[in-house]
């Protein structure tokens, strides 16, 4: 494997998992936004019921109602944009799981093969000590 191949494979590796991470937080976040809108639905019915008035057109509607009403309703906008960025990384991680250079098998034998002489200096004086595991 070239130089420039592990830096491409180490590259997509290290994108793979930062969407990955950011995955994970969307999905959290997601989860948190539509807690928070049933419990904003809890709040609006009870104070609802608590006026007994359920129309908010309603002149006397209560202004918490409306208030929390409004916040709900920017939260869900929040949680629909979030499962569009959410589905957006589902599909660049599946295209990157079809990338060639993602799928290129990672042979330890052949690094340790490749490995410089004592010292990590090649003949132009530069370091190429890599990392090897071994599995």
Request: net charge neutral.
């Amino acid at each position: 494997m070239t130089a420039n191949q592990e830096h491409l494979r180490r590259s997509k590796e290290f994108e793979a998992a930062q969407n990955r991470l950011r995955a994970n937080q969307i999905e959290t976040m997601i989860a948190e936004f539509d807690r928070m809108c049933i419990d904003f639905g809890h709040q609006i019915e009870s104070e609802e019921t608590r006026v007994q008035i359920y129309d908010p057109t309603h002149f006397a509607y209560p202004t918490y109602a409306k208030a929390v009403r409004e916040r709900r309703a920017k939260l869900q906008r929040s949680t629909d944009a979030l499962k569009i960025e959410l589905d957006r990384l589902r599909v660049e991680a599946s295209e990157a799981s079809n990338h060639p250079i993602c799928c290129l098998a990672f042979n330890p034998v052949q690094l340790i093969s490749e490995r410089p002489p004592r010292g990590g200096l090649s003949d132009s004086g530069v370091c190429t000590w890599r990392l090897t595991v071994r599995t």
